[in-house]
């Protein structure tokens, strides 16, 4: 009791000590430089959020003497897009969605083209974890660009790697693919160590799903070795999961079980929620397929209850698909029949989106053959008049009068047939 205590009064002391030396400052560009460095350096919600009130507090104060000033605008963004994703963290999607989009006009309007492509990805990720796809595609892209043109280069490996995981939930491996190799290509120019072993490890899926296992579990094993070699705990319990569910797919369930546990202990030392998630759910998965129905049950429960918590469309669905074959393997089929209905509107909303992703696909193909083919008979028909204008002139006038002639004489004959025709029937 006594010690948490003290770790209260030295949080408390660490609070004081930021305001006060914030009330020391007399210019409100540096007062707003400090915030958003202590707020970046914070590790505890409660505290920051003090520091992002007084951000917010000093921006809008400003704004109602200068409306326009970029200094404060941009200050209140920032505010506004920290508080969005403190509200996604606890599970307020909507109130987080909100003050994304009002973070992302004022940085808009103001051309602050590099804190706008943060925004945007939030943006995109937040609508990808709430089932909205077609949003998530319109914003990541955005945040793709405007990152491009700010020339923030971690940002946009991030990027790359949200949309890879993007098209892998659509199927398409090739675009999947073609981000993930994006993104480990910017990595290696930066020379980011720590963001290779992220890198390794997604490249180990799109082979996995290519078929190369070989490549899978090599690269896997490499996304291990660096994040171990430098203490990444994030990057290794990433690689511990997928592991897991490739052990799981190739039915060597005793090493699945091992590094799903792993996965688990450092996503809950991390207090990683959404990594929980998905390592909770690889080793239900596991149960299940062992047929461990109880652990099973349990596994995906708790995976489906973060999910929840989160707002993660996709893992809930997953997770409520398996509950529902448990709950009516069991008997329960009310419970069954609720799980069902979770999963199958988020399987109607992703079936529908890679329906219309395949249509377009399908209509931009048939757009480009057309315009090949009618290019092909534009082109062949100039050749053709060409070769004729210039090399067989007195040719061609003598088959068109050949062709006229052809067509009077066959008039006259006709003329003549019914005339005979006429006289016969008078007589």
């Not at 963001?195 to 997604?202: C, E, I, K, P, Y």
């Not at 999910?307 to 008997?331: F, Q």
């Not at 057309?370 to 006038?397: C, M, N, R, W, Y």
């Not at 006229?404 to 006259?412: A, K, P, R, S, T």
Request: net charge positive; aromatic share 12%; with cysteine.
């Amino acid at each position: 009791m006594s010690f948490i205590f003290i770790f209260f009064s030295f949080i408390l002391n660490s609070q004081d000590n930021v305001l006060s030396k914030l009330h020391s400052i007399v210019n409100d560009s540096a007062k707003c430089a400090f915030l958003v460095n202590e707020i970046e350096k914070e590790t505890q919600a409660k505290v920051w959020l003090v520091y992002n009130n007084e951000l917010q507090k000093i921006a809008e104060d400003g704004l109602k003497a200068k409306p326009h000033d970029k200094l404060y605008n941009a200050a209140l963004a920032s505010s506004k897009n920290n508080l969005g994703f403190y509200y996604e963290s606890i599970g307020r999607k909507d109130s987080a969605m909100s003050l994304y989009f009002s973070a992302l006009n004022i940085q808009l309007d103001i051309n602050d083209y590099a804190n706008a492509g943060v925004t945007a990805n939030n943006l995109g990720y937040l609508a990808y974890n709430k089932g909205d796809f077609v949003l998530a595609l319109k914003y990541y892209n955005k945040a793709l660009k405007l990152t491009e043109t700010s020339k923030n280069r971690p940002l946009e490996v991030t990027i790359h790697s949200n949309l890879a995981a993007y098209y892998h939930d659509l199927l398409d491996s090739t675009s999947a693919f073609l981000h993930t190799t994006k993104a480990l290509e910017i990595r290696r120019e930066i020379k980011d160590t720590f963001g290779l072993a992220t890198s390794f490890n997604a490249l180990a899926t799109m082979y996995y799903v290519k078929g190369d296992r070989k490549r899978a579990y090599d690269y896997v094993q490499q996304s291990i070795k660096l994040g171990a070699s430098v203490n990444r705990l994030q990057s290794l319990a990433n690689a511990y999961t997928n592991l897991s569910s490739f052990y799981l797919k190739d039915k060597m369930y005793d090493s699945a079980i091992v590094y799903a546990n792993k996965s688990i202990q450092l996503f809950m030392k991390l207090n990683d929620l959404q990594g929980l998630t998905i390592s909770k759910k690889c080793l239900a998965s596991i149960y299940f397929e062992t047929k461990k129905v109880n652990e099973a049950k349990q596994n995906f429960q708790e995976a489906y209850n973060l999910s929840k918590e989160l707002g993660n469309s996709k893992y809930l669905a997953a997770c409520a698909n398996y509950l529902a074959k448990l709950y009516y393997a069991s008997g329960e089929h009310k419970k069954a029949y609720e799980y069902s209905r979770i999963y199958i509107s988020f399987q109607d909303s992703l079936s529908a989106l890679r329906y219309n992703e395949l249509v377009k696909q399908k209509g931009a193909l048939l757009n480009q053959i057309v315009k090949q083919d009618t290019t092909e008979i534009k082109t062949h028909d100039l050749a053709s008049s060409s070769t004729i204008s210039s090399d067989e002139p007195k040719g061609s006038f003598l088959t068109i009068a050949l062709l006229i002639g052809c067509v009077i004489l066959g008039l006259v004959v006709i003329i003549l047939f019914y005339r005979n025709q006429k006289l016969k029937r008078s007589t």
